[in-house]
């Protein structure tokens, strides 16, 4: 029935007030008893069927649970509370569009409740709908214009829809509000201190972000004294300063700055700039190093301020800085210094100065166990380290056999610094023995147990070397040890390295049921991460530390681009695009039997210590599932692959499009699809990254190919896009591209690729001739160990003969001659 | 070298990869987001020359409305790498006076496995930071806590700024 609650009797309405408060404290069940105490009476009444739906949600019944609401929506469609309450279970759902819409609806009928104007206001947040944002923080300040977090809300939301201008303009008008001395906010509120002081550096932000530099520092002078954030207000008094040109001014600001933290580049930096300097420019550095010499003076205990000098100085100044840093780093027994030195060494004299610099150290310390300005004879330590760097160096040229001899001499020399276990095992990775690395690692691991780093790098090491198992017993070592199921404890701590990198070691050992599982871990991780911010669109702006949420939300804008799930995603594309194609061959691949010896493993849910839920409460932790699928056959065995890896498409498109592989993976998706003009798109988009990019013309002469062989594509639209790229590309072909980059194994090897693809004899018999070349010498440097190791897999998949796969085997071992992959 | 920074939304996930990498105690990024959306000025990372995380301290105040207003580190970790730099000690240094000027703290607390003599001898000689009692099995796996605490307001005073510019 459509009577509203208020036209129920007594009792009814009193059991309905009674189930909302139940809903508030999550009793859930009882909520449930209680509408259903109503509903015996009065069976079909329309709001109490729609609170019932929402309690059933919360119990896991989601099928009744909107059955019902929807029944309830039916028989009282203009009932705020049964569109609110769709709302909120669309909204638990996460599913934030559908869930606005109810809001909307809820808001016709009461169209001055505050809990759905915020609540609106939080979804269209995260949906990113910034205008309507601005509308429904509107109303809210319309209603109450004194509460503080509304209006700031307000501001924020303008902000957001790049009105600055409106934004300043809201909060000069309410500002008394919090700021007056006779505030109501101010009694018995322990965060008032701090919700002033960020109002006014908030206020002042906006006033830099509009340009008034002049307002905004006069502003800042006046507010001081209510500031808390000192570090933000002398920074943005430096920045202010420097933006108006008075450098002298912006310097001794900077001055402070450095004083408090004398490791800031930036605050190193931006002094500079008030000397008119640029550390960039040439004929500014005799300048630049004269002050830097003078901080140094300052400060002589800033690792910034010993380092920059190296980054501009060249000829006799580089060396006498290198030399100063070095000695003092080597004696010190820093075990970074080369990775940080190895910044310089896109600078090919700075590289080859430092070699000498240290390749002298050794020597002198060889002979006379001294340096030129020791006063006594050095710690044994420093010719260790010496070695430690210039087995690093050889490293870094590839000289991985003289890296492993001074590797062997420092270890000899110090066989318990774990440090040098570490760079050794890296140098055989580079190198290519990865069996060889993972055992040096694994032995480095055992000298401190109680690391929890070199076990990281130990189960890196052993995933790189498709030890799955091993990996796996080694990593369980540090998850704690009353989580009842190990592995879960894993993907719940959100631990992407572990399953990006076990996802690929399943990949090599040619499981895509369980590689994809993997992948789909990541992927589930990052939507987590974007999800995560909802609670804060209300938290953030209760608690003013509005600075740091608007800082969250641009990080959020940006989160898929991370490179863990950007690796994911196009792993995961790939596995499901070979799925499809091993499906559409007639072998379709076959999910890998479980270990029956293994016990599935269980857990009970409970809240792990360092989690903070911010909306979990009493009775809301559900169960962990039991893996109900550990080989990836639900991925295997899904009959739409494409659909799938398009989902991944998607999403790299939205968030990641200016990175290439985005586009590379995007187009085997479309192509297979038939989508034709938005395997076009990823053309293009490829292109206007990188027109030379090495898979562009292969892409060309397969969309060419497709379209040639697909009758059901119509004639006029198929001469179009055909034109659109003679146009751009000419007559492509991969023959002459791989001619015209003849130096270039990228080339060779997207070359061949191509021709795979295309198929049939000749094409194949092409990419078999390229890739058995792939190790020859007219590809120099462009042979790295990733790329022979990428060729190698080819000719494997291709049907290469033996002796033609040894051929390769054999000139890929004479560029890489310890690698154990050949 | 390594450069000392405020830590920022984007720094989160090298954050939480960093803790992953080095330590058994671990969180959700959720917590991580509410650090820095409930006290941002206190959390600061180690940053490297190619931009990479290495270090960060993770800190907030406590949030016992019966106790003074104390700040405590949630997490502190550096990467094994980068020993040597007194990088864990700038960022405490940098978190602490943060604690005093933006909260008043008096106060900073943190706990620390009594077998890990290396951060112990961190809290306690570089740092001094006094034991104030010991935590029975404060640790997922059982092991005993120092709970150490430190003195703020020896360390700062507020300082008087020139608004003369």
Known sequence: ?822 | MITIRQARASDEIAMQNCNLTNLPENYHMKYYLYHLATWPELSFVAENEQGRVVGYVLAKMNEDMTEPLDGHITSLSVMRSYRRLGIAERLMNQAQRAMFEVFDAKFVSLHVRISNIAAFSLYRNTLSFDIDHTEPKYYADGEDAYSMKKDLTALYSLEQENLDF
């Open chain 1, 1 to 822: 029935m459509s009577l509203t609650v208020s036209e129920l009797p007594h009792k009814e309405q009193a059991l309905f007030r009674a189930a909302l408060k139940l809903y508030e404290v999550k009793q859930f069940k009882k909520g449930l008893k209680t509408c259903d105490q109503i509903l015996k009476k009065y069976s079909s009444h329309g709001e109490t069927l729609a609170v019932k739906g929402m309690f059933l949600a919360h119990l896991d019944r989601k099928e009744e649970a909107y059955e019902t609401i929807k029944r309830g929506i039916e028989i009282s469609p203009k009932s705020s509370i049964s569109w609110h309450v769709y709302g909120i279970v669309c909204r638990f759902d996460e599913n934030y569009e559908e869930a606005a819409r109810c809001y909307e609806e809820a808001l016709k009928a009461d169209s001055e409740n505050p809990t759905i104007l915020r609540e609106l206001g939080q979804l269209y947040t995260q949906l990113r709908q910034y205008q309507k944002l601005v509308e429904v923080r509107s109303r809210i300040v319309k209603i109450d214009s004194s509460t503080p977090h509304y209006w700031l809300g307000l501001a924020v939301a303008h902000q957001l829809t790049g009105r600055n201008d409106l934004a300043l303009k809201v909060i000069s008008t309410h500002e008394h509000i919090l700021l007056d001395e006779s505030s109501p906010f101010k009694a018995n509120n322990s965060s008032y201190k701090g919700d002033v002081s960020e109002l006014l550096m908030y206020k002042n932000w906006l006033m830099e972000l509009n340009g008034d530099y002049q307002t905004a520092l006069d502003n800042l002078k006046e507010v001081r004294p209510r500031v808390t954030d000192v570090t933000a207000w002398k920074e943005q008094k430096a920045k202010l300063l420097l933006k108006l040109d008075r450098k002298e001014a912006a310097a001794s600001a900077y001055q402070d700055l450095i004083q408090r933290n004398p490791d800031s580049n930036t605050y190193i930096c931006g002094y500079l700039s008030c000397n008119g300097l640029d550390i960039s420019r040439p004929e500014d550095k005799d300048a630049v190093l004269e002050i830097i010499k003078g901080l140094q003076q300052q400060f002589p205990k800033s690792n910034a301020l010993k380092f920059l000098p190296l980054t501009f100085c060249n000829g006799d100044d580089f060396v006498k800085e290198a030399d100063k840093l070095a000695k003092f780093s080597l004696r010190k027994g820093i075990p970074s210094l080369f990775t940080s030195m190895k910044t310089l060494y896109t600078d090919k004299v700075k590289g080859e100065t430092l070699g000498k610099l240290f390749e002298g150290y050794s020597s002198q310390l060889c002979a006379t166990k001294r340096l030129d300005d020791s006063t006594d004879d050095e710690s044994l330590s420093v010719s260790t380290w010496c070695m430690f760097y210039l087995a690093q160096h050889a490293d870094y040229y590839g000289n991985y056999e003289r890296a492993l001899q001074l590797m062997e001499a420092a270890i000899n020399a110090s066989p318990d610094t774990v440090d040098l276990y570490m760079v050794k095992a890296k140098i055989l990775k580079h190198a290519g023995d990865i069996r060889g690395a993972r055992d040096v690692m694994d032995f480095g691991r055992q000298k401190d147990l109680n690391d929890r780093f070199i076990n990281t790098r130990t189960v890196k090491y052993m995933l790189r070397n498709n030890e799955v198992d091993d990996a796996e017993k080694t990593i369980v070592l540090f998850v704690r040890d009353d989580a009842e199921h190990m592995i879960q404890e894993i993907v719940d701590t959100q631990t992407i390295w572990y399953m990006r990198e076990r996802g690929h070691a399943y990949r090599r050992l040619d499981d895509i049921g369980r590689a994809l599982k993997h992948f789909h871990q990541v992927s589930h991780s990052f939507e987590t991460y974007h999800k995560d911010q909802y609670d804060f669109h209300t938290y953030a702006i209760r608690k003013f530390t509005i600075r740091a949420y608007i800082d969250i939300l641009e990080w959020e804008d940006q989160v898929f681009t991370h490179p863990v799930y950007v690796d994911s995603a196009v792993a995961a594309i790939s596995c499901y695009v070979d799925l499809h194609d091993r499906k559409a061959a007639g072998s379709p691949f076959a999910p890998i039997s479980v270990d029956t010896s293994k016990k599935p493993m269980t857990r009970n849910g409970t809240a792990k210590s360092g989690q903070h839920n911010l909306s979990a409460g009493v009775g809301e932790s559900k169960p962990a599932a039991v893996d109900a699928d550990p080989n990836g056959s639900a991925f295997v065995m899904a009959d739409n692959h494409l659909e799938k890896a398009l989902k991944f498409v998607e999403v790299l498109e939205r968030s990641v499009g200016s990175q290439p592989e985005t586009h590379v993976s995007a187009f085997e998706v479309h192509l297979r699809m038939k989508k034709y003009f938005l395997a076009l798109k990823s053309i293009n988009s490829l292109r206007a990254i990188d027109d030379n990019h090495p898979s562009l013309v292969p892409m060309v002469v397969r969309i060419n190919t497709a379209l040639d062989a697909d009758d059901s594509f119509a004639a006029p639209m198929k001469a179009a896009l055909k034109g659109q790229l003679t146009k751009v590309f000419g007559d492509a072909s991969i023959a002459k591209t791989i001619e015209e980059n003849s130096k270039y194994l990228p080339f060779a090897l997207a070359g061949a690729k191509g021709l795979i693809c295309l198929g049939g004899d000749t094409n194949i018999a092409q990419a078999k001739g390229l890739l058995v070349q792939a190790a020859s010498e007219r590809y120099g440097a462009t042979r790295t160990l990733k790329s022979l190791i990428e060729a190698r897999d080819l000719l494997a998949n291709v049907g290469a003969s033996e002796s033609e796969r040894s051929t390769f085997a054999a000139s890929a071992k004479k560029v890489f001659s310890l690698a154990t992959c050949f």
